[in-house]
């Protein structure tokens, strides 16, 4: 396996711990107006992914910056052609990061929606614009002999990529709901359950639709596994639901994006970025590849830097791993 390859599959990686991460983290976000029925509830939605949030942005910022690194033709060839979904996407993540530190800075319910209300659009943006350029990564672009994009801006904007967009969109409010049904106690867990039962079933459609897109064109005998691993996977997760296990649930659901992560990336293989104008054109992992030295050093400082970043995230989690309840929240932050 050369070294290439290797980081192809780091890569890949990365953007399955971003799916799993963020895609809680922006269901909350998503679901505030839903299940937030007062400020408190709110305040304990907000507090749930208020110590992770940002470590989980990291994954992106490292996904985008190993395939810069790594695959140079790979990521201009694909940003490029998606530059304004990326725009709205780190405009959403900027507005989103500010509205965390600003929502409990004056003490005005008009204050407080204002920034929930840009929360909740910063949470929505992000997953739609991540699930298009993935799903145009693997689905791929008009691309020229020298690997440049044919067309207008919105090349990438199909209605495959844009179905990837909904299905990585839909799995984060389940995902969401399914956190908060873990992470909090009392009426709000319960209704975040309730809500995970009931829209779990209809968010893994446009998922199932998706992956049997990109099966049917590019998959092959162990992606169809992977696929299946996480249909079943889905299976056991509502049923969790139903019985009240959370914490089984939610594991259930991180096989499901891992599932179709796997389906993905290895349908994807051994390219980085298909042609649908000329297959002759498509951008390989090798033909993408920085030179052996750059990789060489890339793995070095993996090997040391990438164990303490997921021992000290982990930490994180474990500290904060209690559930909240409005109980929690200070008389003086209460309504």
Do not use: C
């Not at 791929?140 to 044919?150: I, K, Y």
């Not at 873990?182 to 009931?198: E, I, M, Q, W, Y």
């Amino acid at each position: 396996m050369t070294l290439a390859i290797v980081w192809f599959v780091v890569i890949a990686f990365f953007w399955l711990g971003y799916l799993f991460l963020e895609g809680f983290d922006f269901g909350v976000g998503m679901l505030l107006p839903v299940l937030g029925r007062d400020n408190t509830e709110r305040r304990v939605m907000v507090n749930t992914i208020g110590p992770v949030w940002d470590g989980n942005e990291v994954w992106l910022i490292v996904a985008g910056g190993a395939m810069f690194a790594a695959f140079p033709a790979w990521y201009a060839g694909l940003f490029s052609a998606a530059y304004l979904p990326l725009l709205l996407v780190l405009l959403a993540l900027i507005g989103r990061g500010v509205a965390f530190e600003y929502r409990g800075k004056v003490d005005s319910e008009r204050w407080r929606r204002n920034w929930d209300r840009v929360i909740m659009i910063g949470s929505w943006l992000p997953p739609l614009g991540v699930g298009l350029i993935l799903a145009t990564t693997v689905l791929g672009l008009p691309l020229d002999a020298d690997g440049n994009r044919v067309g207008s801006a919105f090349a990438a904007v199909r209605w495959d990529t844009l179905l990837g967009a909904v299905a990585i969109t839909a799995f984060s409010i389940t995902h969401g709901a399914a956190f908060l049904a873990l992470k909090t106690s009392g009426d709000l867990r319960r209704r975040a359950n309730n809500l995970a039962v009931k829209v779990l079933p209809v968010a893994m459609v446009p998922m199932v639709a998706f992956l049997s897109v990109v099966q049917w064109r590019a998959g092959t005998l162990w992606t169809l596994l992977a696929f299946g691993i996480g249909a079943a996977a889905a299976v056991v997760a509502w049923l969790r639901l139903r019985a009240g296990r959370d914490g089984q649930a939610f594991a259930a659901l991180g096989v499901v994006i891992a599932g179709a992560a796997v389906t993905m990336f290895g349908a994807l293989f051994p390219n980085v970025l298909p042609s649908t104008l000329d297959a002759a054109n498509t951008l390989t992992i090798e033909g993408s590849a920085s030179s052996p030295y750059t990789l060489t050093v890339m793995t070095w400082v993996a090997v040391f830097g990438a164990p303490a970043v997921l021992i000290y995230q982990g930490w994180t989690y474990w500290v904060f791993r209690k559930r909240i309840g409005t109980q929690h929240i200070p008389a003086v932050h209460a309504p």
